[in-house]
């Protein structure tokens, strides 16, 4: 009985077994015949090869040298090379190779590393669709046509790929808005923050765009805020009256997003200072710290922007009394009404306070009262505060 058993479990592997090969050869042969038809279809071509064997010969150069061979070419094919190229952007692995990756486990392992030698790699694909985006970006606004798939593309399963596609989309231009406008309210948030980090590549192109981006700010997504914000920064003055508007009338967190989008701006000071004098003294304490950074960067030195910068220097938070500190340092002597009031934050119970204050000192200390300030910190006992107060340009004494 054991034999009959042991014939009969003998006779179902082997079975099994040739099932298993005549399957893998079929596929084999599916493959070979849909590389042999792909070599058939007509492509574009510069020196013989074409556009999609030049962006992977672009994608493995090491240096300036072996890639600008693969540059010129592809420049040359322009435009003409568009369709191989988004061919090559929705590449996945052939069926056929991905059930006898799946299924070569089963075989002798001679065998199996013949066949898999044979059918090729199971990463091609994915090197494939990163070169394809790659050369496209190349190509910029010539490779317009390429849009929709690009777009497409910003869901693919491996993250090289996707930030390639979106850094192409942004060098593509004004013809990508109308389709990332649409990603940016894509179901997936990679896919939204995608959209917005190729608009900020374009600059003001991305104009059309202001509104959908204004909408971003107001999403419960911190990096889609923070990337809407830098794309509006570059948009520029169209986008002044919309971050200005939220700066006022937001969220906490809208509101903080549309005042890094200011900073970032440079707008002009007499239309951005005045909602940020207000923004400088919310109820919240991040909106108040990041107002009194976006003046500090517009070096708004006016009168009204002293008084609540002083103000800020008795708030109740230490964070934002050292923030206020720091902007007042940087003004250097337009600060000079500042000085008795950072003067007795030299007796903060905040060392940080106490070491901006310093800082902000030794910035002022052209000012009689700054500079006396600075000599008494000198004789102190506080390693940093004396560290900062001694590089007071000129040699510190009492006046």
Same mark, same amino acid.
């Given at each position: 009985?054991?034999?009959?058993?042991?014939?009969?479990?003998?006779?179902?592997?082997?079975?099994?077994?040739?099932?298993?090969?005549?399957?893998?050869?079929?596929?084999?042969?599916?493959?070979?015949?849909?590389?042999?038809?792909?070599?058939?279809?007509?492509? #574009?071509?510069?020196?013989?090869?074409?556009?999609?064997?030049?962006? $992977?010969?672009?994608?493995?150069?090491?240096?300036?040298?072996?890639?600008?061979?693969?540059?010129?070419?592809?420049?040359?094919?322009?435009?003409?090379?568009?369709?191989?190229?988004?061919?090559?952007?929705?590449?996945?692995?052939?069926?056929?190779?991905?059930?006898?990756?799946?299924? /070569?486990?089963?075989?002798?392992?001679?065998?199996?590393?013949?066949?898999?030698?044979?059918?090729?790699?199971?990463?091609?694909?994915?090197?494939?669709?990163?070169?394809?985006?790659? /050369?496209?970006?190349?190509?910029? %606004?010539?490779?317009?046509?390429?849009?929709?798939?690009?777009?497409?593309?910003? &869901?693919? %399963?491996?993250?090289?790929?996707?930030?390639?596609?979106?850094?192409?989309?942004?060098?593509?231009?004004?013809?990508?808005?109308?389709?990332?406008?649409?990603?940016?309210?894509?179901?997936?948030? %990679?896919?939204?923050?995608?959209?917005?980090?190729?608009?900020?590549?374009?600059?003001?192109?991305?104009?059309?765009?202001?509104?959908?981006?204004?909408?971003?700010?107001?999403? #419960?997504?911190?990096?889609?805020?923070?990337?809407?914000?830098?794309?509006?920064?570059?948009?520029?003055?169209? /986008?002044? %009256?919309?971050?200005?508007?939220?700066?006022?009338?937001?969220?906490?967190?809208?509101?903080?997003?549309?005042?890094?989008?200011?900073?970032?701006?440079?707008?002009?000071?007499?239309?951005?200072?005045?909602?940020? $004098?207000?923004?400088?003294?919310?109820?919240?304490?991040?909106?108040?710290?990041?107002? @009194?950074?976006?003046? &500090?960067?517009?070096?708004?030195?006016?009168?009204? #922007? $002293?008084?609540?910068?002083?103000?800020?220097?008795?708030?109740?938070?230490?964070?934002?009394?050292?923030?206020?500190?720091?902007?007042?340092?940087?003004?250097?002597?337009?600060?000079?009404?500042?000085?008795?009031?950072?003067?007795?934050?030299?007796?903060?119970?905040?060392?940080?306070?106490?070491?901006?204050?310093?800082?902000? @000192?030794?910035?002022?200390?052209?000012?009689?009262?700054?500079?006396?300030? @600075?000599?008494?910190?000198?004789?102190?006992?506080?390693?940093?505060?004396?560290?900062?107060?001694?590089?007071?340009?000129?040699? @510190?004494?009492?006046?």
């Amino acid at each position: 009985m054991l034999g009959i058993s042991g014939a009969l479990k003998y006779n179902a592997w082997s079975v099994k077994r040739r099932f298993y090969i005549g399957l893998i050869v079929w596929g084999g042969c599916a493959l070979a015949a849909g590389v042999a038809l792909w070599t058939l279809l007509p492509h #574009t071509t510069y020196q013989g090869q074409t556009a999609v064997a030049w962006s $992977l010969h672009l994608s493995r150069a090491s240096d300036a040298q072996t890639r600008e061979p693969a540059v010129a070419a592809i420049k040359a094919m322009g435009a003409k090379s568009v369709p191989d190229l988004v061919k090559a952007l929705k590449t996945t692995d052939f069926g056929a190779r991905k059930w006898i990756w799946a299924r /070569a486990g089963h075989l002798p392992s001679g065998l199996r590393s013949h066949i898999l030698r044979w059918v090729g790699s199971s990463t091609t694909a994915y090197e494939t669709r990163w070169a394809a985006a790659r /050369a496209l970006g190349l190509l910029g %606004p010539d490779a317009a046509k390429a849009v929709p798939a690009l777009v497409s593309g910003l &869901g693919d %399963p491996q993250a090289e790929v996707r930030w390639e596609i979106a850094r192409t989309l942004g060098r593509i231009g004004s013809n990508a808005v109308p389709e990332l406008v649409w990603a940016l309210d894509h179901g997936s948030a %990679p896919v939204r923050r995608l959209a917005a980090y190729a608009l900020s590549e374009m600059g003001p192109a991305a104009e059309p765009a202001t509104a959908a981006l204004l909408r971003r700010l107001e999403d #419960t997504d911190p990096q889609l805020q923070a990337t809407s914000a830098l794309a509006l920064a570059a948009i520029g003055r169209p /986008a002044l %009256p919309g971050l200005l508007d939220r700066v006022e009338h937001s969220q906490d967190s809208t509101r903080l997003a549309a005042a890094r989008a200011l900073m970032l701006m440079n707008p002009p000071k007499r239309v951005a200072v005045p909602p940020l $004098l207000r923004l400088a003294r919310d109820r919240e304490p991040g909106c108040r710290i990041q107002a @009194l950074e976006c003046l &500090g960067a517009l070096y708004a030195t006016n009168e009204s #922007t $002293l008084r609540v910068l002083i103000e800020c220097l008795a708030d109740p938070l230490p964070q934002v009394r050292a923030a206020s500190a720091g902007v007042l340092g940087k003004f250097g002597n337009a600060a000079a009404p500042a000085v008795p009031a950072l003067t007795r934050l030299l007796n903060d119970s905040c060392p940080e306070v106490r070491l901006a204050s310093v800082s902000a @000192l030794s910035h002022l200390a052209d000012i009689p009262t700054a500079k006396a300030a @600075l000599a008494k910190v000198a004789k102190g006992s506080d390693a940093e505060e004396h560290s900062t107060a001694a590089h007071v340009p000129e040699k @510190l004494s009492p006046p």
